[in-house]
């Protein structure tokens, strides 16, 4: 059982918009900033936003993040199949001492 | 570039013991906070230990306290880690990942090294 909640799946078709859920509490995402990984098939975890809303770097702008109290939220649009990958919230938990990540959701495009 | 590369992994028995590296390169090590976080076979990501830059500041998962040591070789541009007393429920691919922290104390980890897979198995 994750600290942090994410639906395990979600799916929509290319070209369609996809939102991910992450949710937890004011020991975690209310008072922390919340960080987004993409961790394609096989492949070692890539961060994809950080600071709630910031993208490093080579990360399209079809990827976006947003924190709203003890809830945080990936959003992808313009679907591609290269976007077929789990994808991961994390933040620091004040109350645990300790980073906690979501459980994960896999994205399918359809 | 930033590069992160994990070694040490392998296939060892319950009770028994494994030490992890991770050698750094493409930045200034001892500028940076640095983490361990596994993921076992089909699940998702747990943070396992992290180490300040200075290897002043260590904290574990309680599910591996007083069991795993988290250490740093900042002259040899290196993060280790000892695992002992070694459970079944340990097998995992181990990642280390630099922890970046911003101005304002926000942090993320970025990047991550490619992984070393740990089985524990009689």
């Known amino acids: 059982q994750s600290v942090l909640t994410q639906p395990p799946s979600v799916s929509a078709a290319p070209g369609q918009k996809v939102t991910i859920s992450c949710s937890g509490t004011n020991f975690n995402i209310d008072n922390n900033d919340i960080s987004w990984y993409q961790q394609l098939p096989g492949t070692a975890p890539k961060l994809l936003i950080y600071d709630n809303n910031k993208r490093p770097s080579g990360i399209p702008d079809r990827f976006s993040g947003s924190k709203s109290g003890t809830s945080a939220t990936l959003g992808i649009t313009g679907l591609q199949t290269g976007d077929e990958a789990g994808y991961y919230c994390g933040t620091w938990d004040s109350s645990l001492g300790a980073w906690v990540f979501g459980g994960g959701t896999k994205l399918t495009v359809l | ?122």
């Open chain 2, 1 to 122: 570039q930033v590069q992160l590369v994990e070694s040490g992994g392998g296939v060892v028995q319950p009770g028994k013991s494994l030490r992890l590296s991770c050698a750094a390169s493409g930045f200034t090590f001892s500028n940076f906070g640095m983490d361990w976080v596994r993921q076992a076979p089909g699940k998702g990501l747990e943070w396992v230990a992290g180490m300040s830059y200075d290897g002043s500041y260590k904290y574990y998962a309680d599910s591996v306290k007083g069991r795993f040591t988290v250490s740093r070789d900042n002259s040899k541009n290196t993060l280790y880690l000892q695992m002992n007393s070694l459970r079944g429920e340990d097998t995992a691919v181990f990642y280390c990942a630099r922890h970046v922290i911003g101005a304002t104390g926000e942090s993320w980890f970025d990047p991550w090294g490619q992984g070393t897979l740990v089985t524990v198995s009689s």
